[in-house]
């Protein structure tokens, strides 16, 4: 017998909820990225010290990363649904 075929596309829902955890999960990596960018946009000739906007960039880095990760926590708190199992 036959298996029956999946369709081709996914629902709305599970489709929102598999892009809201694919975003959850490149946050720390952009996160990352943007605590290292100080580093690289300061002259290689200069010393590396810590200026006060650099203080400032870090804070508010710090601040947006933990707003997107409230802003991703509800939706990602949710329960699964019946059609958004994996078969990998």
């Known amino acids: 017998m036959k ?6 596309f996914l629902a ?3 489709y929102r909820r598999r892009r809201l955890r ?5 946050l720390p ?3 990352a ?5 100080p ?3 300061s002259s290689p000739g200069q010393a590396q010290r810590v200026t006060s906007g650099d ?7 710090w601040v947006l990363l933990i ?3 409230a802003a991703f926590a509800p939706g990602l708190s949710r329960g699964e649904g019946k059609g958004d199992e994996e078969d990998d």
């Open 12 to 14: 709305r829902i599970p």
């Open 33 to 37: 990225f943007l605590m290292i960018l």
């Open 55 to 61: 203080v400032v960039y870090f804070f508010l880095v």
């Open 3 to 8: 298996r029956p075929r999946r369709p081709l």
């Open 67 to 69: 707003g997107a990760a």
């Open 39 to 41: 580093v690289m946009w």
């Open 22 to 26: 694919d975003a959850a999960r490149l």
């Open 29 to 31: 990596v952009f996160g």
